[in-house]
């Protein structure tokens, strides 16, 4: 089944010290977008990859980075997790890209990150 | 600014019918989705409507009307398993997701 998988499903890292999250695909979908979701919140959207094009968003802190070796990998790096950076981070993927419309967004399960 | 509200918490019976509500202002729009998301889970997709009226998919039916920026969910039959959090999200102008925080949905026996 074509799918987003995202590993580990909990990570657990101490304070300051560098954490990658990963994310694959094999919908072979062009875009691929990395949230923070936090108990009871929105998805906040932190970048975007539309094929190897970066989308960061604004208000994303430096601390958080990103890589796209390919089409079906990226990357969420936490340079110095912070404590308030302990959520529920979601990766997803999208066919066309933001400017079609009916694009359909479709999510991995996340990963739970854990600051201690 | 942009928004999407929806109600935090909703409670029904099994078996029943419920409506959540979702009003959003955009600048523009562009469609709006609807999730599923279980408690440690990742959203997933439910509906897409972009033109006015209602869609109906199975137990789950999604209304629009674009002039009164409003939305609704329709879960009917409610099952245990329909226990969940509803995300109402919607494209703005620049085709950006904005999403509301959720509508956990209780359902009780």
């Known amino acids: 089944d074509a799918m987003v998988i995202q590993n580990p499903r909990y990570q657990v890292t101490q304070f300051g010290k560098p954490v990658t999250l990963s994310c694959s695909q094999t919908?072979?979908?062009?875009?691929m977008y990395w949230y923070q979701q936090k108990s009871s919140q929105a998805p906040k959207l932190l970048f975007h990859?539309?094929?190897?094009?970066?989308?960061n968003e604004a208000d994303t802190p430096d601390n958080f980075q990103s890589r796209r070796p390919n089409t079906s990998f990226c990357f969420l790096d936490i340079r110095s997790p912070g404590l308030g950076d302990a959520a529920m981070y979601l990766c997803?993927?999208?066919?066309?890209?933001?400017?079609?419309?009916?694009?359909?967004?479709?999510f991995g399960p996340g990963t739970r990150l854990t600051v201690l | 600014g942009q928004n999407i509200d929806q109600p935090t918490e909703m409670t029904a019976t099994e078996g029943a019918i419920v409506q959540i509500n979702c009003t959003y202002q955009?600048?523009?729009?562009?469609?709006l989705f609807w999730y599923q998301q279980h408690a440690g889970e990742a959203p997933t997709f439910l509906s897409y409507?972009?033109l006015d009226g209602l869609e109906e998919k199975g137990r789950f039916s999604s209304f629009l009307s674009r002039s009164k920026g409003y939305s609704y969910l329709l879960l009917k039959e409610l099952q245990m398993k329909d226990s969940a959090s509803y995300l109402c999200?919607?494209?703005?102008?620049?085709?950006?997701?904005?999403w509301g925080a959720g509508t956990k949905l209780i359902i009780k026996p």
């Open positions: 997803a993927t999208s066919r066309d890209g933001p400017s079609a419309s009916t694009d359909t967004q479709y």
């Open positions: 919908l072979n979908h062009n875009v």
């Open positions: 990859y539309y094929d190897k094009d970066f989308n």
């Open positions: 409507n972009v």
């Open positions: 999200a919607s494209y703005d102008s620049n085709y950006q997701l904005i």
């Open positions: 955009t600048s523009g729009f562009n469609g």
